[in-house]
């Protein structure tokens, strides 16, 4: 445990948001991160329990990667900023992308939310990795020794990309097949640059493919591959095709005009400020109009 009394001593703060003025200038990442410090203070509220609830219990709570977070804490509050992305590392492939976007169910466990003042667990997260990159400690792993297996993964979401590190580090030849032109799934197509700039996915995607992972965009299995020769040609597949089927609503006036699945509207806009071409696409323009969202869930936030 860093401070013993960190948690009597020092309230919680966490990153703020810019000014709706500012934010509704750009597509930008609007959080401002706190300064180095600050995050520092802020690891050292935590108590290093016993029991770490903020950690994985048996999938119950808690974090669902199982991040070592009271180690890592520690460690920030010690200012070992690159012992910390380590840590962080040997459990979470994209740290910046849980610490961005992550709805942080470590927070809601941790011990100290039961005063509501949880241990600013994300934004520690987001911190390590930010530094990490910025550093220059985040590199390419190749592993020299190869298996002379050969992987197909369906599908470049965080769970393709993720499964592809670790496949390819541990030596074997993987190709990622993606039906849509670039990579990245929802983290690319589904949530909006002001949650997450696209650069952090690039960057990742830069770091993969060093580790000699092959991306092949644009191609869809079981249309433009069959299924079966895609097994004839490697040793294992894995189908990370996330979920696109839409829930539908029976009720009277569905089928009026102008009433949109977000996931046909937001991979259009993301597609915009992607600078990717849309032409032969139905244009979903919400520019103007009065918008009534129906679902509280995730897909709430990104419509504004
Ligand atoms: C609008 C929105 C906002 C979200 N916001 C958040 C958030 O803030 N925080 C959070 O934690 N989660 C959020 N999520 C959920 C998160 O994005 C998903 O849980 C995550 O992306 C799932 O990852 P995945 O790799 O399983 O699938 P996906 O990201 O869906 O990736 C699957 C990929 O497989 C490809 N594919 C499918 N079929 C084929 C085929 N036949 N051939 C080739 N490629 C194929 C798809 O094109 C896609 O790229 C959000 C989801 C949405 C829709
Ligand atoms: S539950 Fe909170 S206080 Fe306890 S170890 Fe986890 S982050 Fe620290």
């Known amino acids: 445990m860093g401070k013993v009394t960190g948690f009597l001593e020092i309230d919680r703060q966490d990153r703020k948001y810019r000014p709706a003025s500012d934010r509704i200038r750009n597509f930008k990442e609007f959080i401002v991160p706190l300064p180095e410090q600050a995050i520092r203070d802020q690891a050292s509220r935590c108590m290093e329990?016993?029991?770490?609830?903020?950690?994985?219990?048996?999938?119950?709570?808690?974090?669902?990667?199982?991040?070592?977070?009271?180690?890592?804490?520690?460690?920030?509050?010690?200012?070992?900023?690159?012992?910390?992305?380590?840590?962080?590392?040997?459990?979470?492939?994209?740290?910046?992308?849980?610490?961005?976007?992550?709805?942080?169910?470590c927070e809601a466990s941790c011990t100290l939310n039961i005063v509501d003042t949880p241990v600013t667990i994300k934004s520690i997260e987001c911190a390590i990795v930010d530094k990490a990159w910025d550093n220059g400690w985040i590199k390419p792993q190749v592993n020299p020794r190869k298996t002379n297996k050969r992987i197909g993964i369906i599908g470049s979401g965080p769970a393709g990309l993720a499964a592809a590190q670790q496949l390819s580090r541990a030596g074997h030849n993987v190709v990622v097949y993606e039906k849509n032109k670039k990579m990245g799934g929802l983290l690319r197509y589904g949530i909006p640059d002001f949650k997450m700039e696209k650069t952090h996915i690039d960057r990742r995607l830069e770091q993969i493919s060093a580790e000699g992972v092959h991306f092949q965009g644009g191609v869809e299995l079981g249309v433009d591959i069959e299924i079966s020769d895609m097994i004839k040609e490697h040793d294992a597949v894995i189908l990370a095709c996330g979920s696109e089927k839409p829930r539908d609503l029976a009720i009277e006036g569905r089928n009026s005009d102008g009433i949109h699945f977000a996931m046909d509207f937001l991979p259009q806009q993301n597609r915009r400020v992607g600078n990717e071409n849309l032409k032969g696409t139905k244009e979903i323009i919400a520019d103007g109009k009065h918008v009534v969202v129906i679902g509280g869930g995730e897909i709430r936030g990104q419509i504004v």
């Open 49 to 105: 329990c016993g029991i770490p609830f903020c950690h994985d219990m048996k999938g119950l709570k808690g974090c669902p990667v199982n991040n070592q977070i009271p180690d890592w804490n520690d460690l920030v509050y010690r200012g070992e900023w690159e012992q910390a992305s380590k840590d962080l590392h040997s459990t979470n492939n994209f740290p910046e992308f849980t610490g961005r976007i992550c709805p942080a169910p």
